[in-house]
Each structure stands twice: as structure tokens, then as C-alpha cells.
């Protein structure tokens, strides 16, 4: 049998199993002069609020040892901009589009799933429950119970695939991915950033202005990659691994360890081009091993 990238998780079906993380790609146009976007199998778009959001007072990134940090505070044009004027571009690109979704409170969630299920071509909503960098943003991704009742609530609003995106800030990612489940997620993607921070002695400054921020990039590989055997096996739902991947071999240990895909988010910065090579590669890395879909590696590791 030839080989197959193709991938399935839950209701969500993918030509690959390398997907753009939200934020680090915009809605794809910038990616697009790099590479056929038909590499991904899907493009995040950065978050989607119902009203426009400036986001943080600057500096809002920083670089830090093989990673970076941001405090972007989710700055997006609004629903009815972005459905006018930048999903129809997003549809454009041969992949398959997923809208992420943050919003202030519970009703402005619902308001969002409902408002998008009711547009063509979007593939799956991704929520994105934390927000480590807006105030107040942080709840839905560490109460078990809070996290239940907006994804039950998202999932009574839209037939769309719902994909919960976890954070890593918690006691027991465990217990979120779980109530998530719990809630009616189809698939959970895991992680979001990991609060930081950076100082510039000398001044006697932080680096960013909102003092601390989200940690991403090849740094934090080792910690997602713990964060996703430990979801993989406390719920029974698909996961999208996300978490400073860089290259094939990057996203194999992911699948090793129980994600159906990887979102690659910081290192687009680094290497705009990446999806094509990292695909290239995956291709070649599973001939070399005898395997003829990425899916026979998910959830093998011995342990
Ligand atoms: C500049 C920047 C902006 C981001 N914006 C969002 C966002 O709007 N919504 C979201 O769910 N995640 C956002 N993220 C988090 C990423 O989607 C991803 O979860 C995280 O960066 C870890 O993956 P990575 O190490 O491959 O970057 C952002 C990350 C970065 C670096």
C-alpha cells in the first residue's frame, strides 16, 4: 500500500497531520508566498473574539533562550470583519480552515459557536479556553467544572468539530482534558503557552509590558510533550499535540506519545517555509520505518 498522510480524528478529517498553530500563522495569506499551504492539513487562524481587540500595550514579544515570549492579548479584528473579509481568503488555500475562538466571558463563547456555525467551509471550531495574557482569562482552562459547562454549552451552539485547546498552566491537565470530554469536545489540542517571563536587569525591567507572558518554541517541547502523554491517556478523545515542534522527528515523538496531529506554531517565525520540510521529511522518515500512515504510530510508546 503507497503511503497516506491522510488522518482522522474523531469527525475531523485531515490530508496531513501537520496543522498551523493559532497565532503564529494569521489566517495563512503571509504563509502562503513560502509554501503550498496544501502541506497543512488544516490553517488555525489566531483567536476570534465577537468584537475587535487591540490586544497588550507593546513590547509584547521578547526572545528568549530557544523560544519566545508574548503578551499579544489576543488582538483580532472581529467577527463580522473577519467572516466579510478574511475567512473567504482562508478558505481559499487547498487545506481545510479551523476558526479558533476566544471570548471575554461564557455568553461571548456561544455567541461565537453560534455565529459560526452558520458560515460555509469552516472545518472545526477550536476553543481557545485560556488565555494567559487578558485578565480574567484563565478560567475556563483551570476549573474542571467551568471548563464542563462552556464546552457543553459551545457543543449545544454548533454541529461544527469542537476542538478544545488546553492549557499547561494547571495542577492536572488530567482533570481539564477530562471535563472537556465531559463537556462534548470531539478532540482536544494540547498546549497553549506557558507563563513566562523576561528581565532586562540593567533597566530593571521586564522585557514585556504586561510583565510576564506565553512561553513557546522548541523550549517547551519536553513539557508539551508530557502534557500530551497525559491526556492521551486520561481521555478516550483524539489530540493535536502542540508545543515547540520543528521538524518530523518532532512530531513523530508527539504521535509516539498519543496525538492523531501536531501544530506547529513559534518556529514559522523561524523558518517560514517549515510545513513543506517537515512534510517532506515525515514522508520520508515513515517509508524509511515500514510505516504506511502516520496513524499506526499513534499511542505506541512503550511504558
Ligand atoms: C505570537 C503568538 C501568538 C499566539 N496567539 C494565540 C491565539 O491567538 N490563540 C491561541 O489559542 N493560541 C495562541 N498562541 C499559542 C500557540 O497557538 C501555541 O499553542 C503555542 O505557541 C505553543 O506552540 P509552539 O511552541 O509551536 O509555538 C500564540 C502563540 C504565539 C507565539
Known amino acids: 500500500m503507497p503511503l497516506s498522510l491522510n488522518v482522522k480524528l474523531g469527525p475531523l478529517e485531515l490530508a496531513t497531520p501537520l496543522l498551523t498553530a493559532s497565532g503564529c500563522a494569521g489566517y495563512g495569506k503571509e504563509l502562503d508566498q513560502y509554501q503550498d ?50 475567512l473567504p481568503k482562508m478558505r481559499s488555500f487547498g487545506t481545510k480552515a479551523i476558526v479558533n475562538v476566544v471570548g471575554h466571558d461564557f455568553d461571548e463563547y456561544v455567541w461565537l459557536c453560534r455565529h ?39 457543543r449545544d451552539a454548533t454541529k461544527l468539530p469542537l476542538i478544545a485547546k488546553l492549557s499547561p498552566n494547571v495542577t492536572s491537565i488530567s482533570e481539564i482534558a477530562r471535563a472537556a470530554e465531559r463537556g462534548g469536545a470531539d478532540i482536544l489540542s ?44 486520561a481521555a478516550r ?6 508545543g515547540g515542534i520543528s521538524s518530523a522527528d518532532d512530531l513523530l515523538e508527539f504521535m509516539v506519545v498519543g496525538a492523531g496531529a501536531c501544530q506547529v506554531g513559534t518556529y514559522l517565525f523561524v523558518e517560514p517555509d517549515c510545513g513543506a520540510a517537515i512534510i517532506a521529511d515525515l514522508k520520508k522518515k515513515l517509508i524509511e520505518a515500514g510505516v504506511q500512515s502516520p496513524s499506526e504510530l499513534v499511542g505506541t510508546l512503550k511504558v
Open 37 to 86: 499551504l496544501s502541506c497543512f492539513g488544516a490553517i488555525v487562524g489566531k483567536s476570534i473574539s465577537r468584537e475587535p481587540r487591540l490586544g497588550n500595550p507593546y513590547p509584547r514579544t521578547a526572545e528568549v533562550a530557544a523560544g519566545m515570549l508574548n503578551a499579544i492579548g489576543l488582538q483580532n479584528e472581529g467577527f463580522d470583519s473577519f467572516v466579510k473579509s478574511t
Open 116 to 154: 459560526f456555525d452558520a458560515e460555509q467551509g469552516i472545518a472545526a471550531l477550536e476553543l481557545n479556553l485560556s488565555c494567559p495574557n487578558v485578565k480574567g482569562g484563565m478560567k475556563f482552562a483551570t476549573d474542571a467544572g467551568e471548563c464542563e459547562r462552556l464546552v457543553r454549552a459551545c
Open 190 to 233: 494540547a498546549v497553549n503557552t506557558f507563563v513566562g517571563m523576561s528581565v532586562d536587569w540593567r533597566r530593571r525591567e521586564p522585557r514585556l509590558a504586561n510583565v510576564t507572558g506565553g512561553m513557546s518554541g522548541p523550549a517547551i517541547k519536553p513539557l508539551a510533550l508530557r502534557c500530551v502523554h497525559e491526556v492521551a491517556r
Open 237 to 242: 478523545l483524539p489530540v493535536i499535540a502542540i
